[in-house]
């Protein structure tokens, strides 16, 4: 039996008005309480965190900001601080998505000080790590991981660890229609837990939680939940309509059932 049920977070990016998030988060609030054991994350866009977590309160539904800044205040035009996530209701933040690494300039060191900040504040992480198609075409996928690994995760505790959320996200994946295939991400999931053993010995490896993201949908949760080390799933566009999102859900804990 693994010992993490499904993690099952939702992306939306830069999508949903006022309006579409309410629906959106109303549909999933509803369904929630016949996904247990799963745990369900919801990170819409910033204009929609309070009326998310609103919408969400009394529900088993978790709330998440889609970037965070390492300062808690100042003149830092157009970001956005973990009290400030904190007083609209969040639980989590993603950090170091390849999007904002990719387009954004985010670097590893970037990362780092965001993860203090996160937990400095009450947050869990969700701290993001993948490899360019070029990276992985020239074999370089684990020295990537690797990498971000040990400078995004530098002078984490093992009490650290314990609020974190890791999620392998190959960047090629991303928004392509292409996924990892299971043997693909589980080789990466599985790197990415024995390093954290060598890091952090168990059972603190063994407890972490390591989502897989890339071109998640209904149709290969099942296949890919299966793998041994991965625990679930950060969606993109998947997470979109709340059919595909629980149908997700439901698929990983049909794999989780079944151990």
Avoid at 36 to 54: D, H, N
Avoid at 97 to 117: L, M
Avoid at 183 to 203: C, M, S, T, W
Wanted: with cysteine; glycine share 10%.
């Amino acid at each position: 039996m693994r010992r993490n049920p499904p993690f099952i977070a939702g992306n939306w990016k830069m999508h949903a008005t006022l309006a579409e998030a309410r629906t959106l988060i109303s549909e999933i609030v509803k369904a929630a309480p016949g996904l247990s054991p799963a745990r369900l994350v919801v990170i819409p866009p910033f204009t929609a965190l309070c009326e998310a977590s609103k919408l969400a309160q009394g529900s088993s539904v978790g709330i998440g900001g889609q970037n965070i800044y390492w300062e808690d205040k100042g003149a830092f035009t157009g970001e956005i601080s973990a009290p400030m996530l904190k007083d609209a209701g969040c639980s989590y933040s993603v950090i170091g998505h390849s999007e904002r690494r990719q387009f954004f300039g985010e670097t590893d060191s970037g990362v780092n000080r965001k993860i203090r900040a996160a937990l400095r504040h009450g947050l869990s992480p969700i701290v993001c790590v993948g490899e360019s198609l070029e990276e992985r075409e020239a074999g370089k996928t684990i020295a990537r991981i690797k990498t971000q690994l040990d400078e995004g995760l530098r002078e984490m505790t093992r009490e650290d660890m314990g609020r974190i959320v890791l999620a392998y996200e190959p960047i090629w994946a991303i928004g392509t229609g292409r996924t990892a295939t299971p043997g693909q991400a589980e080789e990466v999931h599985a790197f990415i837990r024995k390093d954290l053993e060598e890091k952090y010995g168990n059972p603190t490896a063994a407890y972490v939680i390591i989502l897989y993201g890339g071109s998640v949908k209904p149709a290969n949760a099942y296949a890919l939940f299966k793998e041994k080390n991965i625990d679930g799933f950060l969606a993109g566009g998947a997470s979109l309509e709340a059919g595909s999102f629980i149908q997700i859900a439901k698929e990983a804990l049909r794999a989780y059932e079944e151990e």
